[in-house]
C-alpha cells in the first residue's frame, strides 16, 4: 500500500476477453513485479521489470504482457490465453541494482474473476 | 532448487502464547529472507528480513532465527495477540534482480 495503487480493486471478465490491470508507484522504485496469489500456492512472479522500456518474464508469464513505458507504471494485460485467469493480482516494487536484493512493496491487489 | 518450504499450513495459538512458522530451502545462492504479513484481501507487508551472515534478528515481538548450516529460517511471534491472526509468508531472493520466491503461507489464527 502506501505509495503503490492498483486498480481496480475488483474485476470481472467474460472468457475469451483481454483486461489490463493498472499498477501505479510513486515511490520512486526502478524496480516491479507482478505476481498472482492462489490459495494454498504463495504467490508466483509472472513479470518483472528492473528498468523503464525493459522487462522479464517470471516462473508463469504465459497469457499474460506487460510494458513499462514510464517508471511510474508497469500495467499488466491478461490476455484471453490465459487458461485459469480468476486469482488475486499483487503489484510490487522495490529497488534494483548493485546494492542487491531489497525490500518489495506491495500494492493491495487487484482480484480478477472471470465468468 | 529454486523452492521455499514453509510449514505449518495453519496454526491455531492462544493468546500470549509463541508462533512458530519454519522455511527451508535448497539453493544456497540465496542471499535475503524477508517475512511478510498478509490479511484477507490486502497486499502482504514486509515483517521483518534477516541477510545470511548473523543466526538471528529480533524486531518488538518478532524474531528471525537462521540455521544457515541446516538452510533453515524460522519466525517466532512472542505473546502472541488475535491482531496477528493473518496469513504469514517466507521468502528468499538472490542477487540485484531482487526475485523473490515465496513459502505456500501459513494461516495463523490466535485465539483469545
Known amino acids: 500500500d502506501g505509495g503503490i495503487t492498483q486498480s481496480p480493486k475488483y474485476l470481472f471478465r467474460k472468457e475469451g476477453q483481454n483486461v489490463t490491470l493498472s499498477c501505479e508507484q510513486n515511490l520512486n522504485h526502478d524496480a516491479m513485479y ?78 480478477l474473476t472471470v465468468l | 532448487q529454486q523452492q521455499v518450504k514453509q510449514s505449518p499450513q495453519s496454526l491455531i495459538v492462544q493468546k500470549g502464547g509463541i508462533s512458530i512458522i519454519n522455511c527451508a530451502y535448497e539453493n544456497t545462492a540465496f542471499d535475503y ?22 543466526s538471528e534478528k529480533k524486531e518488538g515481538r518478532f524474531t528471525i532465527s537462521f540455521n544457515k548450516s541446516a538452510k533453515q529460517f524460522s519466525l517466532h511471534i512472542m505473546d502472541s495477540q488475535p491482531g496477528d491472526s493473518a496469513t504469514y509468508f517466507c521468502a528468499a531472493s538472490i542477487g540485484a534482480t531482487n526475485k523473490l520466491i515465496f513459502g505456500t503461507g501459513t494461516l495463523l489464527a490466535v485465539q483469545p
Request: proline residues 9%; contains cysteine.
Open chain 1, 34 to 111: 507482478w505476481y498472482r496469489q492462489d490459495p494454498g500456492q504463495g504467490l508466483r512472479l509472472i513479470y518483472y521489470s528492473q528498468i523503464v522500456n525493459d522487462f522479464q518474464k517470471g516462473d508463469i508469464a504465459e497469457g499474460y504482457s506487460v510494458s513499462r513505458e514510464k517508471k511510474e507504471s508497469f500495467p499488466l494485460t491478461v490476455t484471453s490465453a490465459q487458461k485459469n485467469p480468476t486469482a488475486f493480482y499483487l503489484c510490487a516494487t522495490g529497488l534494483a541494482g548493485a546494492l542487491g536484493p531489497d525490500t518489495q512493496y506491495f500494492g493491495p491487489g487487484t482480484r
Open chain 2, 33 to 54: 529472507f524477508p517475512w511478510y504479513q498478509q490479511f484477507p484481501g490486502k497486499g502482504p507487508a514486509l515483517l521483518i528480513a534477516i541477510r545470511p551472515d548473523v
